[in-house]
């Protein structure tokens, strides 16, 4: 955050409030420009992953789940989610994709308040980067506590080398006529934090010539080491299966931007 | 120009009415985020360039002034300056920086309505690039006509590196907080030209919630060719001195992205 005077229109109060309405449009631009996958190549490696699983993958929690966009895919390949996230505006959006039959948590992580066991727990959106490395441990428990014994738990994050591809004043822009964003990267001197700002327009009347409302969003994005990661799996036993290449079935290495880690609950 | 329908608000009338006013704020952002040098380090490259000169350069006409940035550099190294360019809008700033004693005359390339000769014409912020071959042509004339015998004709083109350096997708951005712009450059296919599109908000009053008027100017930016830029000099006998290295004393090369060129007229 900065230290400069909040107001009403250009700080909001929680992340992802003021974007969550026009998130989707700007989601493929952003998400490519970041060097992301987009959600049908991620569900793809899902479904991949625990094509062979026994019993079978039926039901995922997603933790983080935006505008629902992800669930979608997996609702589309047959299977049973819950969303979960910590903006009710981003839920709205979600809940108007989805319809009304598909259960949906707004709750902040680590804090995973559901009374059922799931197949899958999944985290597909960098979203883990958000948290402190506390708030990472505390998350792998209830995680660990959500899954059924023999389940999935399968994130991304951000690796050094995409936190770093986000540095140097990179930023990242798109005029849609009645709404523009400009998302400019800001990196911590030890290179292993960043903060996002977050600016966007978005016109308040149909004409053309209306004038536009301005939001600004902060968001603090950490480095998430291997180590963080590993030492938070084995103080809850979440058993490594892998780590691969941003969604594609081979090792993560130096390159890599975005990291996928897949993890098991032993039993079953 | 794209075939949307115009709007009074979002289409300007003639490029840079809309960003006149705010044009100083972004410059040294996109200057150097395009690879060009600041106004200071160019009248530094003048006044070496013409520092053995005799007669001495004393009178200098800029061509496509803007705001005047350079004649202020200009006036402040003794020069009596005359700065001419096509936006109205930012002849007004022009006038505001230079105060009353600077001639500043309002008119298109290739037109040059003086009537007094120059010791230099320099244009120093690639306004070349803006001209159709044809044009270029008729400003070397404009300009052999305005010079005295030996004056000097300086001027800067963006390279073919600078083109293409400006393609696929690249964009400059930024938000000054009452204000924000958006710069998308889109080469064409043959990479010898591209279009700017620049997006502007203007926070219509002073408080910070205030609602913000958007504005888009759409730049068509040409190739400006070796051959062509001394086939243009050949027709009205300026004579070629030296083509370097954006503003310093080498030659210019294959990585070149701005070139200044140096032309001279005969006698004296």
Same mark, same amino acid.
């Given at each position: 955050?900065?230290? #400069?005077?909040?107001?009403?229109?250009?700080?909001?109060?929680?992340?992802?409030?003021?974007?969550?309405?026009?998130?989707?449009?700007?989601?493929?631009?952003?998400?490519?420009g970041?060097g992301?996958?987009?959600? *049908?190549?991620?569900?793809?490696?899902?479904?991949?992953?625990?094509?062979? &699983?026994?019993?079978?993958?039926?039901?995922?929690?997603?933790?983080?789940?935006?505008?629902g966009?992800?669930?979608?895919?997996?609702?589309?390949?047959?299977?049973?989610v819950?969303?979960?996230?910590r903006?009710?505006?981003?839920?709205?959006?979600?809940?108007?994709?989805?319809? %009304?039959? !598909? %259960?949906?948590?707004?709750?902040?992580?680590? $804090? =995973?308040p559901?009374?059922? *066991?799931?197949?899958?727990? =999944?985290? %597909?959106?960098? &979203?883990?980067?958000?948290?402190?490395?506390?708030?990472?441990?505390?998350?792998?428990r209830?995680?660990?506590?959500?899954? #059924?014994?023999?389940?999935?738990?399968?994130? $991304?994050?951000?690796?050094p080398?995409?936190?770093?591809?986000?540095?140097?004043?990179?930023?990242?822009?798109?005029?849609?006529?009645?709404?523009?964003? =400009?998302?400019?990267?800001?990196?911590?001197?030890?290179? $292993?934090?960043?903060?996002?700002?977050?600016?966007?327009?978005?016109?308040?009347e149909?004409?053309?010539?209306?004038?536009?409302?301005? &939001?600004?969003? *902060?968001?603090?994005?950490?480095? !998430?080491?291997?180590?963080?990661?590993?030492?938070?799996?084995?103080?809850?036993?979440? !058993?490594?299966?892998?780590?691969?290449?941003?969604?594609?079935?081979?090792?993560?290495?130096?390159?890599?931007?975005?990291?996928?880690?897949?993890f098991?609950?032993?039993?079953?």
């Amino acid at each position: 955050m900065t230290d #400069r005077t909040p107001t009403v229109q250009t700080i909001a109060p929680q992340p992802y409030t003021t974007v969550a309405e026009t998130y989707d449009r700007l989601g493929e631009l952003v998400t490519t420009g970041l060097g992301e996958k987009l959600h *049908h190549d991620k569900a793809d490696f899902l479904t991949g992953l625990w094509s062979d &699983s026994a019993p079978p993958v039926e039901s995922v929690l997603e933790l983080a789940c935006g505008t629902g966009l992800m669930l979608q895919e997996l609702v589309e390949r047959g299977h049973r989610v819950v969303g979960l996230d910590r903006s009710e505006a981003m839920l709205t959006q979600a809940r108007s994709r989805l319809g %009304p039959d !598909v %259960p949906l948590l707004c709750a902040t992580l680590p $804090d =995973i308040p559901v009374d059922q *066991h799931f197949d899958a727990v =999944i985290s %597909p959106g960098a &979203s883990l980067n958000y948290l402190t490395e506390t708030e990472l441990a505390a998350t792998f428990r209830s995680v660990a506590a959500t899954l #059924r014994p023999g389940g999935l738990f399968v994130f $991304d994050v951000l690796s050094p080398a995409g936190m770093g591809g986000r540095g140097g004043g990179r930023v990242l822009a798109g005029d849609f006529d009645d709404m523009a964003f =400009i998302l400019a990267f800001a990196n911590s001197p030890d290179g $292993d934090s960043y903060e996002m700002t977050w600016t966007q327009f978005v016109r308040m009347e149909s004409e053309a010539a209306a004038p536009y409302l301005k &939001s600004v969003e *902060h968001h603090q994005v950490y480095g !998430v080491g291997p180590e963080t990661i590993r030492a938070s799996a084995d103080a809850c036993g979440l !058993v490594e299966q892998g780590v691969y290449d941003n969604y594609v079935f081979r090792p993560s290495d130096d390159a890599t931007l975005v990291q996928t880690w897949v993890f098991r609950l032993p039993g079953a």
